[in-house]
């Protein structure tokens, strides 16, 4: 079955304006687009659906989410109009089975997926399911998540979780080219340094993130920085992990995306 393994993707997105915007990262998300194998369907796990519990989009018509404020009408009069797959949450469900899995009608597809995703298929036109990141559970839970989530990759489900690696608002530099800070080289290099990690889970060093002296400044918060767990939980053993495109913006947002397969 390996030929048909589709690969799961952790891309860092950065700001909402990368959906209007050109730059060398939009255009490595074009690029994954338009050479890896097409998908069948699509699962999105996105910092931004930040829940208690686990729910999953269930409706045939997702609506876009315009979930930010202060950018220009451009960006709220963009709609990324991919369908939705019942079916597929449905086997979301099971897979997570006996979680229990809320199939949600309400929420839509909210930028941290749309944003990466419509630069990848900017047709719309491959089925999108959103999967939330249950904000009361540990990193090793979310990791596990994405090894029960891996069989999906065998259907022609593509895992495209959306996050980044430093997010830390508050610390932004507004400047063009801003230096990043010396906490945020030293955490992106220590989560390139590990992606390759192949011991126990408990033991691993990305499951661990918070013990990383830089962790605290990078991460204030952990829910950009979860959505990663799950692409690196649904690697097979041996898969190669690789970097499709790195760098940093603000100074504090590291745009590191990683590709599993």
């Not at 086997?91 to 630069?119: F, N, R, T, Y």
């Amino acid at each position: 079955m390996n030929h048909t393994r589709m690969p799961a993707l952790f891309l860092g997105h950065g700001s909402p304006m990368n959906v209007l915007e050109e730059n060398h990262f939009t255009a490595a998300w074009r690029s994954l687009g338009e050479q890896l194998p097409r998908p069948k369907a699509i699962l999105a796990v996105s910092a931004h659906w930040y829940t208690r519990g686990t729910a999953v989009t269930a409706m045939e018509n997702p609506r876009t989410i315009h979930d930010f404020g202060g950018f220009p009408q451009a960006l709220f009069d963009t709609h990324y109009r991919a369908p939705g797959s019942p079916e597929l949450a449905r086997q979301v469900a099971e897979l997570l089975a006996p979680l229990p899995v809320h199939l949600d009608e309400e929420w839509g597809l909210d930028h941290g997926s749309w944003g990466v995703l419509i630069k990848m298929y900017p047709e719309a036109d491959i089925p999108v399911v959103q999967l939330s990141v249950d904000g009361t559970k540990p990193p090793a839970w979310h990791f596990e998540l994405g090894r029960k989530l891996a069989a999906l990759r065998e259907q022609g489900v593509m895992i495209v979780a959306s996050g980044n690696v430093v997010h830390n608002l508050r610390m932004m530099r507004r400047q063009e080219n801003a230096e990043p800070y010396p906490w945020a080289i030293s955490f992106s290099q220590f989560v390139r340094d590990n992606l390759d990690w192949q011991g126990p889970t408990e033991q691993h060093p990305l499951v661990n993130f918070m013990d990383h002296e830089g962790a605290a400044l990078s991460n204030p918060t952990p829910e950009h920085f979860l959505p990663l767990l799950y692409v690196l939980g649904a690697r097979a053993k041996d898969e190669p992990v690789s970097v499709p495109v790195d760098g940093d913006t603000l100074g504090a947002i590291s745009m590191l995306s990683v590709q599993v397969g």
